[in-house]
């Protein structure tokens, strides 16, 4: 009996090849939820560069392949929950990471096109170019006077008493405390109000002519009056400085920053105009911190 086509076929079939179920593992939460940076990470007039960073304490990978440039005149706010590594990568930015025995950067930075990792760069200057004022209010236990006089004197600014005392003034009036100290000019900078402290912080900053500010949550130990005063300032200063601000107050990242970088466990997920963060997010991450789902 003559086999039909479709049995010779069935005969000819070689046995199904047994299926071997590999297990994958589910991705994590970060790796379902981020796929890159959303946003553009550019801008036309950029004062700071950054491509590829990456930060290591140990063997813990802190920032993640960030890039983002910070244009000049500008206030970028950089936000996110506790422990995404925003003021880990604000560090970045004068190399203070280097204090850190157990950190490791790597990647590109520039300023003003310059690669600040270059080792014939004077790590000292860099830091005078690019000041920092921190989370805590920090002057040095010396006279309002001289908590000012300190960076000029020992870069050599100036020449004589008189240049020194006109750079102190014009820096204490920069950051707005010039009216309510000027009377008592060699009392101890620790005796004056938080808020006060602060600002002479950033008087001592701005004395020794930078480029770039850094602010690490200038205002987290501030009452609200105080940092209204912080926040008035840092428009001001932004006519004649570069600011990078991290904060957890999404408030004041909305009133004083023209861009923002949302950061999550050690991504950068989001960057864009402060106002289009705010209102119309892209990134579903983005989205929650915002909107008070998590952080």
């Known amino acids: 009996m003559n086999i039909s086509a479709m049995q010779q076929a069935r005969v000819a079939a070689p046995a199904a090849a047994t299926t071997i179920k590999m297990h994958t593992p589910e991705p994590s939460f970060q790796e379902r939820e981020f796929a890159g940076t ?13 491509r590829n960073v990456n930060v290591y304490y140990g063997d813990k990978h802190a920032i993640k392949n960030v890039s983002l440039d910070v244009g ?47 080792q ?3 790590v000292v200057q860099l830091r005078a170019r690019v000041g920092m004022v921190f989370q805590k209010p920090n002057p040095f236990p ?27 003034q014009l820096s204490l009036e920069k950051a707005g405390l010039w009216e309510e100290v000027k009377d008592r000019m060699d009392q101890p900078g620790t005796g004056l109000s938080g808020g006060q402290q602060q600002r002479l912080c950033i008087a001592r900053a701005i004395a020794v002519s930078p480029e ?51 950061f999550h466990m050690g991504d950068l997920v989001e960057v864009g105009e402060t106002s289009d963060i705010f209102t119309n997010p892209r990134h579903k991450l983005t989205e929650d911190y915002i909107t008070g789902r998590f952080g």
Do not use: W
């Not at 850094?214 to 200063?237: F, G, N, Q, R, V």
């Open 38 to 50: 959303v946003g553009t990470v550019t801008v036309d007039n950029p004062k700071i560069v950054s």
């Open 72 to 118: 000049a005149n500008e206030i970028v706010a950089m936000i996110g929950p506790s422990g995404c590594g925003k003021s880990t990568f604000l560090r970045c930015f004068n190399r203070m990471n280097d204090t850190i025995d157990s950190c490791r950067v790597t990647g590109e930075i520039r300023l003003d096109g310059e690669d600040i990792h270059n």
């Open 120 to 122: 014939k760069l004077d």
């Open 142 to 168: 010396k006279s309002i006077y001289e908590n000012v006089a300190y960076g000029p004197r020992i870069h050599g600014m100036t020449k004589n008493r008189a240049e020194l005392d006109e750079l102190v």
């Open 212 to 262: 770039v500010i850094l602010m690490d949550e200038p205002c987290s130990a501030l009452d609200p009056i105080a940092t209204a005063k912080i926040e008035e300032l840092m428009d001001e200063l932004r006519a004649n400085y570069t600011i990078c601000i991290v904060t957890h107050s999404m408030q004041q990242a909305a009133r004083v920053s023209q861009r923002t970088a949302y």
